[in-house]
């Protein structure tokens, strides 16, 4: 079983920054695909950006620009860092690893989420 553990929003000021951390213990890692979404109240869940293992990188059109994916294979850590934030930007935050676990199980793993809020 793969654990998946989101961790750094918060509430920011229009303009500002946050960077977002994801853990997914008990995955071989370097061999997941890592994804970030967002689901805002009342919408549907998108993908924000992914993260191949090649470390190839997609992202939404509203992310392109401002937001950065990275991973740290080390730390079976992805990262998500947000610049020039918008208030259309307030959401949950999910992340998501797509790939084996340590067992070489296949596995679909979501974290809780991490709220992030934009004030204007």
């Known amino acids: 079983q793969v654990q998946v553990v989101e961790s750094g929003g918060g509430l920011v000021q229009a303009g500002g920054s946050l960077r977002l951390s994801c853990v997914a213990s008990?995955?071989?890692?370097?061999?997941?695909?890592m994804n970030w979404y967002r689901q805002a109240p009342g919408k549907q869940r998108e993908l924000v950006a992914r993260?191949?293992?090649?470390?190839?990188?997609t992202y939404a059109d509203s992310a392109k620009g401002r937001f950065t994916i990275s991973r740290d294979n080390a730390k079976n850590t992805v990262y998500l860092q947000m610049n020039s934030l918008k208030p259309e930007d307030t959401a949950v935050y999910y992340c998501?690893?797509?790939?084996?676990?340590?067992?070489?199980?296949?596995?679909?793993?979501w974290g809780q989420g991490t709220q992030v809020t934009v004030s204007s």
């Open positions: 998501n690893a797509v790939g084996p676990d340590i067992r070489g199980t296949l596995r679909n793993s």
């Open positions: 008990g995955s071989r890692f370097s061999y997941n695909i």
């Open positions: 993260i191949s293992k090649d470390s190839s990188t």
